[in-house]
């Protein structure tokens, strides 16, 4: 005859596995359920010695090409002209249409998460060419309205947050099940 651990118990121990998983996941991917930039071509903060000719952004989640937007603005916030995003598995890719000219870039991108759930972020990069000519005056007549405001906001937005207080919840709850299961048996 074995003798089974009490009922409270077991819940005890089911709550205390969940709230070790917990710990465990929460630090490394503190926004695991949203999709998140994990890698980029160029890298955030990149200076580049040559302009590129492509920006690819790879995420953690597969990327629904429907809802896939990425943006280049030049330092005054203008758009520059960039083919529409291709899109494979988690990596997005537009190509430049032509050469940029030395200085400040922002890459703006919008994707959707695995739950339906919008996320958008903007990093940027620098053209710094030692071979380029002084920058010419580009200017699309027409095409060239002044850049959106969207996805000027960090990436992570309030959901570290948002998964610290959950966290925080889990574990409080965890421990006044370990209380009960001491108190009562
Ligand atoms: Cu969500």
Known sequence: MSTRPRRPHAAARIAAL??????????????????????????????????PTRISLTFLQKLDP????????????????????VVADATGTVTIDRPLANGAYTVAYRVVSADGHPVQG??????????????????????????????RSAGAGPWPLAAGVLLVIVVAGGVVLLRRCRGTA
Do not use: M, W
């Not at 996941?25 to 903060?45: G, I, K, Q, Y």
């Open 18 to 51: 969940l709230v070790a998983v917990a710990v465990l996941v929460a630090p490394a991917s503190p926004a695991a359920a949203h999709n998140t930039l994990r890698a980029s071509e160029p890298a955030a903060a990149a200076r580049l010695t040559a302009p």
């Open 66 to 85: 429907a809802f896939t937007t990425i943006v280049l603005s030049d330092a005054e916030q203008r758009k520059v002209p960039t083919g529409a995003p």
């Open 122 to 151: 903007s990093y940027a990069f620098t053209v710094d060419d030692p071979t380029a000519s002084p920058a010419p005056a580009v200017s699309t007549p027409g095409a060239a309205g002044p850049a959106t405001s969207s996805g």
